[in-house]
Structure formats: structure tokens, C-alpha cells
């Protein structure tokens, strides 16, 4: 099993900054990918942001350029950086870990963290 741990939400005007963090734990080997999505209300669950182990990222359309993900192996943990935040940018924003264990797949969800954007 591995347990995301999110942190970093809250509440920002628009055009504000927040970094989120996600720490991994437990059985984080061969994790291959970690990602951001989000949901906001009435809205289906979207991607934000996608990490690989080698470190190819990619991001929605909505936040290229504003929103940046990054990862810390040495503190098994990822980031997203998100800039010039918009008020369509509030959701609960989600962790996620990929893995692979003998050629079967697993998805990981952390708890979620709820970002405001609101003035």
C-alpha cells in the first residue's frame, strides 16, 4: 500500500500563488508516475499535472503555463506550484501514485486539499 498525504491548499485572491505538497509513504517502490488532478463541484475529476520517474512532465491545457510539477525522490514527495491563479482553479486537488507490480497496475489517491481562489 502507499499513503499520499496532501498539503499546501487554502484560500487565495486571483492572481495569487500556493504551492501544494504530496508525501508518499509505505510501499513506494516502483512507483512510476505521480500526478495532480482536480474536481471541482458538479465537475468530473480532470488531470492537472503528470510527473513520470524520469521526469517528463505534462499539464492540462487550462494550467500550462501558470502551474508547474515537480518531484523530490529523496523526500518522496511531489509538488505543484501553481501561479496567476484563477477563480476556475478552485477544486479539491488530488495526489495520485501510479505503480506497477508484476506487470499489474495500481492507482493511489490522496485525501484531497481544497483551493479557494476568491476575492
Known amino acids: 500500500q502507499v499513503q499520499l498525504v496532501e498539503s499546501g491548499g487554502g484560500l487565495v485572491q486571483p492572481g495569487g500563488s500556493l504551492r501544494l505538497s504530496c508525501a508518499a509513504s509505505?510501499?513506494?517502490?516502483?512507483?512510476?508516475?505521480m500526478g495532480w488532478y482536480r474536481q471541482a463541484p458538479g465537475k468530473e475529476r480532470e488531470l492537472v499535472a503528470h510527473i513520470r520517474s524520469g521526469g517528463n512532465t505534462n499539464y492540462a491545457d487550462s494550467v500550462k503555463g501558470r502551474f508547474t510539477i515537480s518531484r523530490d525522490n529523496a523526500k518522496n514527495t511531489v509538488y505543484l506550484q501553481m501561479n496567476s491563479l484563477k477563480p476556475e482553479d478552485t477544486a479539491v486537488y488530488y495526489c495520485?501514485?501510479?505503480?506497477?507490480?508484476?506487470?499489474?497496475?495500481?492507482?493511489?489517491w490522496g485525501q484531497g486539499t481544497q483551493v479557494t481562489v476568491s476575492s
Open positions: 495520485n501514485a501510479e505503480k506497477e507490480v508484476a506487470g499489474t497496475g495500481y492507482d493511489y
Open positions: 509505505g510501499s513506494i517502490a516502483n512507483i512510476n508516475a
